[in-house]
Structures are given as C-alpha cells and as structure tokens.
C-alpha cells in the first residue's frame, strides 16, 4: 500500500517526466530500485498509470509512464491530503518550538544560558 507522500511525489514525477526511469524514481524518492518497481506496479495496477514501452527504442527496458485520467484525479486527492497533513505537521511543529522558546526565555531569566545563543 502506497503512503500519500510516496503517491504524491511518485504521480508528480510520473506527470512531469513520463519518459524518467525507475532508477531515477528511486533516486528522487530516496527509496531502493525494487521499491520504486513495487510502488509503479502498484499505481498501474489501480489503473492511476499506463506504462508504454518503447519498441523502436535502442533500450528495449524503457519505458513511457502516462497519468490516466484516473490518476490525474488520484493525484488531485493526494495532493490535497498530502497537503493537509503537512500543514497539521508544520503547525504541531510551531506549537513545539513556541514551547520551547518560553522554556528557553525562562531559562534565560534565571540565569542558565542566553537565547541569543541558540538563533
């Protein structure tokens, strides 16, 4: 099962570079060679990608990724939970360093150390 980050960022490349190849998915992903096939089989499987080979090409391995109107839908939604769940996570991240800045000022006053010295 695909997590939202890795769909979101798989149909992004898929739909900016249809001809990249799994190597360079699994690179730009930061995931291994055979993740990068698992995940591609996953998207054609659910129908959100056609894979078109390349018969006239010298690299017989290559191949064409194209986002199906499905797909495109499926990257809208993803896009949007994605997007919603970096925004919860970047708020609980402001919260934490709110936090701590108060404990650090609080620090300061009673003399520990200076916030100066940690911005």
Request: glycine share 4%; with cysteine; proline share 1%.
């Amino acid at each position: 099962m695909l997590d939202d980050e890795t769909a979101y960022k798989l149909l992004k490349l898929v739909q900016s570079d249809p001809n990249i190849s799994q190597r360079e998915i699994a690179r730009e992903l930061d995931i291994s060679l055979g993740k990068a096939n698992y995940c591609l089989k996953a998207v054609i499987e659910k129908g959100w990608v056609k894979a078109r080979n390349f018969y006239q090409s010298k690299n017989k391995k290559g191949y064409a990724y194209l986002l199906t109107k499905a797909g495109l839908r499926e990257k809208a939604s993803v896009t949007f939970r994605f997007l919603k769940y970096k925004v919860q996570e970047y708020e609980a991240l402001e919260a934490e360093i709110i936090q701590i800045r108060t404990e650090a000022e609080s620090l300061e006053q009673d003399g520990a150390m200076s916030t100066d010295d940690v911005r």
